[in-house]
């Protein structure tokens, strides 16, 4: 448990942490510039860079969360937190996420990680002597950990931090079916089937028959209700696994965590509206690399603090520190990681 987060006592409860940043805040304004990554199968994804072009500074990655996007408030306050400090990031987008549907049939997932080992490999080409973090939330922090595991001592990363995970998919998927949090679960099933509906017009558009059919032949997307139903119906034939089941324990990223070897944050509250307690995972299942830092409060993606005149942002402040001190560390104890 780390002491130096107090929740802001005019947002009680996780609800109101969590709709802050998307309700409330006013999104940074930033100077970006884009850049197109052009994927081995013909897709693509938008890479949006802030900060300093000079290859010494270090280098975060941003992983934004499902249905958000490099705009999301959290990828911008942390965006302009590290430019303070004099370090680049660059904020992807998921696949049709960035104002522009994707080119192919299938798109992204809690269990992306082929498409964050490409952005890694491609930043790696254009920066070999920058040190290299990358900073995933929510179902980014999922694939971020996911890749982690799946690549052990070969992660090409210097350091990493995931926030507010979803590290069992079946149990989100059930979390969010319950009470209050079913008003994101409608949200969330607005915004993904908008997603496919976005993609099934433009492939109209251009006459790509063959993409057409292949999102076609899924069915209906009307009475898409959970989780479940969107994942059985869509993700999983999409991305080839047999059912949502299938999908949610291939893609679960709890269950990759021993096999981390990249020195790594976990941040996570206990109150999470997306995250049953008992999908937290256990001291036993963490690799020597991995600080996992447990708040009582929080929500999904929220640690506001301060006033309401002066609203605080704890992520921003700690997630550039923990950075720092990884930078400051010899080789050697930085790959050989700690836990707390």
């Known amino acids: 448990m780390n002491p130096t987060f107090k929740p802001a006592w005019w947002l009680p409860g996780p609800h109101l942490q969590t709709l802050w ?8 304004q930033l100077q970006r510039r884009r850049e197109r990554l052009w994927l081995e199968d013909g897709d693509f994804l938008d890479l949006d860079w ?3 072009h000079s290859a010494e500074a270090p280098l975060v990655l941003v992983l934004h969360g499902l249905t958000g996007s490099s705009s999301s408030h959290y ?4 965006q302009q937190a590290l430019a303070t400090r004099g370090w680049a990031s660059v904020a992807l987008n998921w696949r049709g996420c960035s104002g522009e549907p994707n080119l192919l049939a299938r798109g992204y997932h809690s269990g992306a990680s082929d498409d964050l080992a490409e952005t890694v490999r491609h930043l790696r080409a254009q920066r070999p002597l920058t040190p290299l ?24 990363v210097q350091g990493a931090v995931a926030v507010s995970v979803p590290f069992r998919l079946d ?3 059930d979390r969010l079916g319950l009470g209050f949090s079913r008003i994101y679960q409608a949200h969330f099933m607005k915004q993904m089937v908008a997603y496919v509906k976005t993609k099934q017009r433009l492939f109209a558009h251009k006459g790509m028959a ?25 993700t999983a034939p ?38 049953f307690r008992h999908s937290l995972p256990e001291p036993a299942e963490l690799s020597p690399s991995i600080e996992f830092e447990l708040h009582t409060h929080g929500g999904h993606v ?10 605080g942002y704890y992520l921003e402040r700690r997630i550039p520190l923990w950075l720092a001190e990884q930078t400051a560390k010899p080789l050697w104890v930085s790959r050989a990681g700690n836990r707390s």
Not at 213 to 234: A, H, N
Request: charged share 20%.
């Open 171 to 173: 149990q989100c998927a």
């Open 21 to 28: 940043h998307s309700l409330c805040r006013k999104p940074p």
């Open 210 to 234: 063959d993409r057409l059919s292949t999102l076609d032949q899924l069915g209906t997307l009307d009475g898409m209700r959970t989780f479940w139903d969107f994942d059985g119906r869509i």
């Open 133 to 156: 973090y990358v900073v995933g939330y929510s179902l980014g922090g999922n694939v971020l950990l996911k890749y982690l595991g799946e690549s052990g001592d070969d992660s090409q």
């Open 238 to 275: 999409l991305h080839g696994f047999g059912d949502a089941q299938d999908y949610y324990t291939h893609s679960s990223s709890r269950y990759f965590l021993g096999r981390i070897a990249t020195p790594t944050l976990i941040i996570q509250a206990a109150d999470d509206p997306f995250v």
């Open 50 to 52: 802030h900060g300093p």
């Open 302 to 311: 929220g640690f506001i603090d301060g006033s309401l005149r002066k609203p």
């Open 75 to 78: 990828a911008l306050g942390l």
